[in-house]
């Protein structure tokens, strides 16, 4: 009897421990998700607002400084957003599928330069909002920098398409 009640005791703890086990991996894994989610809607944001300002750079769409005006803004404002628990570890491409993200490990080494790459994102961004609905060449002038600072984070951090 003894031993039947030890042998019970035992499972039952064992059964306490590997759920608790299981509850935080399925926790960090739903984290890891969520940060995944956040991330890339906050970089279609990005590429939203930046493709009005990139096709009227270019000539493909007209011109229109309320429309100009307000999509530098969108990327001003998205470049100041704390955007540090949109990286947690286990994150990159080492750890997830490369469907699910391009992000290369190199973001969280501790001569990672990504925030001096983002902090030029926050400063052509805030020259762009200053530029954008100040005329047709004052946007052309300012949207090289917010495309040098993007492709400053892309090269280096994330994984090429090709």
């Not at 935080?24 to 995944?36: I, K, M």
């Not at 990005?46 to 400084?65: H, P, S, T, V």
Request: one cysteine or more; aromatic letters at 6%.
């Amino acid at each position: 009897m003894k031993k039947t009640f030890a042998g019970l005791t035992a499972l039952v703890l064992a059964g306490a421990v590997a759920s608790t086990t299981f509850a935080h991996l399925a926790h960090a894994d739903t984290a890891v998700e969520a940060a995944l989610k956040a991330r890339q809607s906050h970089m279609q944001l990005y590429a939203f607002n930046i493709g009005l300002l990139g096709g009227m750079a270019k000539g493909e769409i007209d011109y229109n400084a309320d429309a100009a005006s307000a999509a530098a803004t969108n990327l001003a404002a998205l470049a100041k957003l704390d955007q540090s628990r949109y990286w947690p570890e286990g994150s990159s491409t080492l750890d997830l599928s490369p469907d699910q993200t391009a992000a290369l490990p190199d973001i969280w080494d501790d001569d990672s330069e990504i925030g001096a790459k983002a902090m030029a994102l926050v400063e052509a961004t805030a020259a762009m909002e200053s530029a954008a609905g100040n005329g047709l060449d004052s946007l052309r002038g300012a949207i090289g920098a917010v495309g040098e600072s993007c492709g400053g984070c892309h090269k280096p951090y994330r994984q090429s398409d090709d």
